[in-house]
DNA sequence: GACGATTTGGACAAGTGTGTCTAAAAATAT
DNA sequence: ATATTTTTAGACACACTTGTCCAAATCGTC
């Protein structure tokens, strides 16, 4: 099995390489000019492939929307979990920790290339193909609350927090991250290593001077 | 004059009209399609008027859209102007008093129909055409801000609130009222009262819990 | 009732985009 | 080196849209 295998894994290789090129090209021209301003021709240039290619891997070009949709939400959803498992469970500074997982947060999973792609295709598509983010509506923001607040009620638990409702903190604490990034983000600004810093300094000071105890009781 | 003038009125009410009526169903259509996707038929069907006004009133395509932008910022502006008038300066019950005025931003401001078009025209055209919303965004969020955290300021001074910077205080009450609508805004859903109000509650809380005192100072 | 302006419906040219098809070229495995 | 598969480039039909033009119809005013 293991000699038959190497040709299809090697084919495998170049098709599915091409398969990702496609996708990425589709990814930033279906966010830059929207789905029905998306040119089939202009992704496929822009992929390096020709139109044919594009019809041969993907069918269609809604075929091509789902598929882009689909790599998007896996990706984020990696992101997303590997992030959060550098969340400070147990934190020596609490301020200076959770700006350090802020930071992180914003940029793996909100201000990155997928990230961006991703909000972009919510705001154009989520509402005329709500089937489409069914799926990632489930697995995404759902669980990603649920987790977070899971960490801050074993933060709570611990005596670094007094949280009343931990999925209303866990919210909020994603809320006052982007507080300060939203407006450049609509207009696909490139955001400073600082101003990122900044915003996760504000928010975090906020979240603690709203759910923070005076000083910790363990530890 | 008055007598000249009389005409000159009728037939301009009519004329603007079908101008208010086209620019609603082009914001309509264009929210809904994108711009390319948008069909000048399907507006001048859905305005009730034969293509060929839709051309004598906007020209073009493009040209429909400033109008639409033009028309929706002036209305929003408006919108938050008048609800920026209702915020409590002199708080009886304070905790009540933010989340009622939290309410009317998000019925008035975020969540009635000119604030889901603006919203979505930013994201659809807004990293496109930057011009479009240059103007909104000078007078727009950086107007809206410096008036919160003006409110605030006076709040603070007053000895309802201790706020080391009302700027960032403003844009983190913002982000606060929205923490829990935002999924819900992206698909179109219908907000209930209901929830409304509990996000509105679930932000004051979190918002009084970092810049309130115990206890007023003052009245 | 007549006038002027606006609106209407339809036809029209021109351009653009999708999706299919074909034969030639390239790449890969045997 | 050869056979199989994928890729390519181009042509193609078909549908759709934009924006214009025009004559008939409608509307409100005098």
């Not at 021209?29 to 290619?53: H, K, P, Y």
């Not at 600082?194 to 000071?205: I, P």
Request: proline share 4%; aromatic share 8%; charged share 25%.
């Amino acid at each position: 099995m293991t000699p038959a295998n190497a040709p299809d894994i090697a084919v495998a290789r170049s098709h599915s390489a091409k398969r990702l090129s496609i996708i990425d090209a589709a990814a930033c021209v279906f966010c830059r000019e929207g789905f029905a301003g998306a040119n089939i021709d202009l992704i496929a240039a822009e992929a390096g492939v020709s139109r044919q290619t594009v019809y041969n891997h993907h069918g269609d070009k809604e075929n091509l929307l789902v598929a882009v949709v689909r790599e998007i939400t896996d990706r984020i959803n990696v992101g997303v979990f590997d992030t959060l498992a550098t969340f400070p469970d147990k934190p020596v500074d609490l301020e200076a920790d959770l700006v350090a997982f802020a930071v992180r947060l914003n940029q793996n999973c909100i201000c990155n290339r997928d990230g961006k792609f991703l909000r972009k295709l919510l705001h154009t598509e989520g509402e005329r193909y709500p089937a489409l983010f069914a799926g990632w509506r489930e697995d995404g923001p759902a669980k990603t609350w649920a987790a977070l607040a899971a960490r801050f009620a074993r933060l709570a638990h611990a005596g670094w927090l007094e949280i009343d409702d931990p999925d209303v903190a866990a919210r909020q604490f994603l809320a006052l991250v982007n507080a300060d990034l939203q407006m450049a983000m609509i207009f696909g600004d490139n955001l400073s290593e600082e101003q990122l810093r900044t915003a996760a300094t504000n928010a975090v000071r906020c979240f603690l001077r709203a759910y923070g105890k005076p000083r910790p009781a363990a530890i």
